[in-house]
């Protein structure tokens, strides 16, 4: 147990679904990741939030949306997904961004797989 | 593109000390030496980290020779449990844009056989 809760751990959608991923942290830290693992990839790192605030967007396509209504809560909203975008969507947070040995801390991840 | 190298895998006996290397020659003066953990179907998860002095846990130990250019994780009593994939990575001691990613190669598989 982490204090790093993600919801749903399975989703299966179709492609022209829109569905939401749910992250939660209660660790009372301030910054919040998404990554992205799959075979082809380890982990890619998808957006990086800071007091709420997005400070990393790493080139990902508009079909991935997120949302961090504060610093405990980050969503990932899916809509017309491909299935190449079937993978485990990891969450993470750290106490802070400015200080590198703040390490990550990582929910359970949700297994997507696009139809 | 992963600046450690580290063996593919590895058995260790339930109750025994695991001791995992792993290098990393090309290390810098301002890199710590993060250690990662992850079981099958679950998130990463943190386990050690450490600049030039050794460390420990509770979890695990983490002995970095003097040149810094290899380190050693040690989980003094391995359980079923500890059957995982084990990442070795370098990452900057100041952080900033662009290196928050974390950066894993492919790590050691660790079997904790009975």
């Known amino acids: 147990e982490t204090g790093v809760t993600q919801t749903p751990r399975h989703l299966v959608m179709g492609m022209t679904n829109k569905k939401s991923l749910k992250c939660e942290q209660h660790l009372g830290h301030n910054a919040m990741y998404w990554y992205k693992q799959s075979a082809k990839k380890p982990l890619e790192l998808m957006f990086v939030?800071?007091?709420?605030?997005?400070?990393e967007n790493n080139s990902v396509p508009s079909r991935f949306s997120p949302e961090c209504p504060n610093s405990s809560h980050l969503f990932l909203h899916l809509h017309t997904l491909q299935p190449e975008d079937s993978a485990l969507y990891l969450c993470a947070s750290s106490q802070d961004l400015g200080f590198s040995y703040n390490e990550q801390f990582f929910g359970p991840g949700t297994r997507l797989t696009v139809l | 593109d992963a600046k450690t190298t580290q063996p593919t895998s590895m058995d260790c006996a339930e109750g025994r000390a695991a001791n995992l290397p792993c290098n990393h020659s090309?290390?810098?003066?301002?890199?710590?030496v993060y250690w990662y953990r992850q079981i099958h179907s679950q998130g990463p998860q943190y386990i050690i980290h450490?600049?030039?002095n050794n460390e420990t846990n509770e979890m695990a130990s983490l002995i970095i020779t003097e040149d810094r250019k290899s380190s050693t994780l040690i989980l003094p009593h391995a359980t079923l449990r500890d059957t995982a994939v084990y990442y070795c990575i370098v990452r900057p001691v100041y952080s900033g844009a662009g290196s928050y990613q974390l950066t894993f190669g492919k790590g050691t598989k660790l079997s904790v056989i009975p």
């Open positions: 450490g600049l030039k």
């Open positions: 939030y800071n007091f709420k605030e997005q400070t």
């Open positions: 090309t290390i810098s003066g301002n890199e710590y």
